[in-house]
């Protein structure tokens, strides 16, 4: 599987509580924090639920 770097840019702050479940699931939990993750088919639906907090980008 393809791997991806999934960086924090926005605060939990104000977000429903499922948001910042999810942001806590994906072993986030600061702005900057970096994680390198597999991208599955798991992964890619929590970065959709929280698209606007995080950014990604793809490992070679």
Request: aromatic share 2%; with cysteine.
């Amino acid at each position: 599987m393809a791997k991806v770097r999934i960086t924090q840019v926005r605060s939990t702050i104000k977000c429903p509580m499922r948001q910042k479940l999810t942001i806590k699931a994906l072993k986030l939990g600061r702005i900057n924090k970096s994680v390198e993750l597999e991208f599955t088919p798991q992964i890619q639906g929590m970065v959709r639920q929280v698209h606007h907090l995080v950014t990604t980008e793809n490992i070679a």
